[in-house]
């Protein structure tokens, strides 16, 4: 019988004649072509994407922590935060002490917070003086370093006023733009110039506008931009800063659709009457540009890049939030404490009620003086929430008002009901239901409820006669069953929007 053959398996190294050091090495060389080659196809790919990474860590803020949230989370915060301004106590926090003038709107302001914030104010020549009065009288009156930008040099209210439009003239002529001609003729004396000419020429103004504050403040932490008929709550405001790093790229502001984007998605913009925040680092990387070997600038300037695309859009904060999209950085969508509401058209509800409030547009101007006034006044141990904007409106304590209308936002018609028989009808009908919080009534024959508190305008119309009126023992009832335990400070979201 012949005995079993074993195979013998010699060792690679003898097989093919080399030593274990030799292999060894050859392991080595070709782990670091592998990992070469793949750290090759990413950087190609992001190249692709027009030089940004969509998968890098943090690019997204929104869609990384929608992964990560659990749905039983709330979507808001409840810091403990402190004001920066000086303390005054008073009865309530929405009654201001008698012992203080109310010309003296900046005797608590924390100028010291200025040297880590940069305020920048936007305008244009065309807009009026009342307006612009307004904003420097009261929003922006305590602001000692602020930057005011627009389409013409000048001075207002013992600023310099930066004309950040005529940078951009070398770029416009390689694109031979006609919008931006209006400004060339501005600057000749076009005595045409107008309102809607100015708006033409508003979304040329944004790109250069931050270029400018980095220049003018290079050290700030952050960046604020707000437009002449926005209205800031600083001490708000300073409280959320405190809460985040400026050395990462934040985007602050209410959330608007912008850019379309080939994989159906959309940019969202922080929309530009409502202000928005830029930290340190995201101006950082929307500005930054390749330097070569003697320090010299490769790239052009941002604004330079965008040119063409500023000109063929319709808005700038739209183009900016693009931009900003192509560096890196996405929008936190921080609605409804940044808000596109006036004071007068706020839907005082549950999503506007315990959450403090940032900002607002296109409130009326003695809103805006109004507004700086009482919260010179008011006890800053707690940040102004919606409900204390509520107080201030007196809602809950108001008669009918003629030529007036509170249901012009989220209005809903009482069709086929005896509630529009009348305005006396009307009236009942709300008071009857315990979800209508106030009404508007139309001669003609039409009876809104709201089942939000709102304050509403002023409204004459020739063909009709317009009546509102408040269920005040439902808004009281309402109050009473919605007590603030503490802020909800809203965290990003861009699908929570205005």
């Known amino acids: 019988m012949k005995s079993p053959t074993y195979q013998i398996h010699k060792p690679l190294s003898r097989i093919f004649g080399l030593s274990k050091l030799k292999l060894l090495s050859i392991f080595l060389i070709l782990s670091t072509i592998i990992l070469l080659t793949s750290y090759a196809w990413h950087d190609l790919r992001v190249l692709t ?104 040099a000048t001075e207002l209210h013992g600023h310099r006023v930066h004309d950040v439009l005529a940078d951009l003239a070398p770029f416009a002529e390689q694109i031979n733009s006609t919008d ?9 004396g076009d005595t045409t110039f107008d309102g809607a000419k100015g708006w033409m020429l508003d979304r040329f103004k944004f790109l250069p506008m931050i270029e400018r504050a980095k220049a003018v403040n290079p050290t700030a932490e952050w960046f604020v931009f707000i437009e002449t008929d926005t209205y800031f709550f ?16 934040l985007y602050f502001g209410s959330p608007s659709p912008g850019f379309g984007l080939e994989d159906g998605k959309r940019v969202w913009f922080g929309y530009g009457g409502s202000g928005f ?56 969508g921080m609605w409804p404490m940044f808000n596109a509401h006036p004071l007068h058209g706020i839907p005082f509800g549950g999503d506007q009620w315990c959450q403090p409030v940032i900002s ?29 904007l509520s107080d201030y409106l007196q809602l809950g304590d108001l008669t009918e008002k ?9 209005g809903i018609e009482q069709h086929d009901t005896p509630a529009q028989e009348s305005l006396d009808a009307c009236r009942q ?49 309402w109050r009473a069953s919605h007590r603030c335990e503490a802020p909800k400070w809203m965290k990003p979201s861009i699908t929570r929007i205005f």
Not at 107 to 129: A, C, M, N, W
Not at 181 to 187: E, P, R
Not at 234 to 249: A, I, K, T, Y
């Open 49 to 152: 994407v027009g030089g940004e990474d969509l998968a890098s860590p943090g690019s997204d803020t929104n869609e990384q922590s929608n992964k990560t949230k659990n749905p039983k989370d709330p979507d808001y915060w409840t810091w403990n935060t402190i004001t920066r301004f000086q303390i005054y106590k008073s009865a309530s926090k929405s009654t201001p002490p008698l012992t203080k003038t109310s010309d003296d709107l900046c005797h608590d302001f924390p100028t010291e917070s200025l040297s880590r914030v940069q305020i920048v104010l936007k305008t244009g020549i065309t807009e009026s003086s009342e307006r612009v009065d307004a904003s420097m009288n009261g929003v922006t009156r305590c602001v000692t370093n602020l930057l005011v930008v627009s389409d013409r």
């Open 180 to 188: 931006y001609k209006l400004y060339l003729d501005m600057q000749r």
């Open 234 to 249: 600083w001490d708000n405001l300073f409280r959320l800063l405190d809460q985040f790093d400026p050395s990462v790229p």
């Open 277 to 332: 925040v830029l930290s340190k680092a995201a101006v950082d990387k929307l500005t930054a540009r390749k330097i070569g070997s003697y320090g010299e600038y490769l790239d052009p300037s941002l604004s330079e890049r965008y040119m063409e695309v500023v000109d063929r859009d319709c808005c700038g904060d739209s183009v900016l939030g693009f931009a900003l999209y192509q560096s890196g950085v996405r929008l936190s």
């Open 360 to 388: 607002l547009h296109k409130s009326l101007f003695s809103d805006m003086l109004g507004l700086a006034k009482w919260e010179s006044q008011r006890d800053k141990t707690d940040p102004v929430l919606y409900s204390d």
């Open 402 to 410: 003629e030529d007036w209308d509170n249901g012009d936002w989220g």
């Open 429 to 477: 009908a709300c008071h009857d239901d315990d979800s209508c919080l106030s009404y508007t009534w139309v001669s003609e024959g039409k009876c809104i409820f709201m089942h939000t508190i709102r304050l509403g305008g002023k409204k004459i119309i020739s063909s009709n006669k317009l009546t509102a009126g408040w269920n005040n023992a439902g808004i009281l009832k």
